[in-house]
């Protein structure tokens, strides 16, 4: 089944602590990215990824970092985390006009 | 400054009544426009549009673009309370001149409530 997984789903962290949330697509897409979604400010792209080993900035990048060592998997870094950093985060992938979600994060800050 | 704007912010209908839903936009360098529903989860696509004038349509679901006036409706006719999601418009736009460096700019959603 064609799909973006992530994982976790749900985490609850401190302030500091570094995380990683993985993000895989099974589809072959060469168009990776990370969203965050918060209430009122709808979704806002954070990095994306055009290509293995091409990334750049989305529209809210600080505080984040992104890797893409191979096509098909797409991190996202939290080196620091701060309470800010709260929200529902979602990977997706793109081939051509269509993205295709992960099925979301859901982190908290403490 | 690109901007996409969805308009109701929110509306509650009963089964069976029609909604349309609009999307209007402020873009440079215009390539497409996508609707997504967004329950309890992640964004699932609808449709993609990149032509004026013509309908994009599955099952009760239909939504056509406007170039010229810069914006999209969809409709959702003989609604359902499985209709009951929050309808998110994008735009995709290059952002350089040779057109293969593209950004999605996203409207806030339109959030539907449909009572039984």
């Known amino acids: 089944e064609a799909q973006v997984t992530q994982n976790p789903r749900y985490l609850i962290t401190v302030t500091g602590k570094k995380l990683t949330v993985t993000c895989s697509q099974n589809?072959?897409?060469?168009?990776m990215s990370w969203y965050r979604q918060d209430p009122g400010l709808g979704l806002r792209q954070i990095y994306y990824s055009m290509n293995v080993e091409v990334t750049d900035k989305g529209d809210v990048p600080e505080g984040y970092k992104v890797s893409r060592k191979e096509k098909r998997n797409f991190p996202l870094i939290l080196e620091s985390p701060s309470p800010n950093q709260t929200s529902l985060y979602f990977c997706a992938s793109k081939y051509t006009d269509t993205q295709y979600f992960g099925p979301g994060t859901r982190l908290t800050v403490l | 400054e690109d901007k996409v704007v969805q308009s109701p912010l929110s509306l509650v209908v009963h089964e069976g009544d029609t909604v349309t839903l609009n999307c209007s936009y402020e873009?440079?360098?215009?390539?497409?426009l996508l609707w997504y529903k967004q329950e309890k989860k992640a964004p699932t696509f609808l449709f993609m549009l990149?032509?004026s004038g013509i309908e994009k349509k599955s099952g009760r679901l239909s939504s056509i673009l406007d170039k010229k006036e810069l914006f999209s409706i969809l409709n959702i006719t003989a609604t359902q309370t499985g209709d009951s999601a929050v309808y998110l418009c994008?735009?995709?736009?290059?952002?350089?001149?040779?057109?293969?460096?593209?950004?999605?700019?996203w409207g806030l959603g339109t959030s539907l409530a449909v009572n039984p």
């Open positions: 589809m072959n897409h060469e168009y």
């Open positions: 873009v440079t360098n215009f390539r497409s």
């Open positions: 994008a735009v995709e736009a290059s952002f350089n001149n040779a057109g293969n460096n593209r950004k999605l700019i």
């Open positions: 990149t032509s």
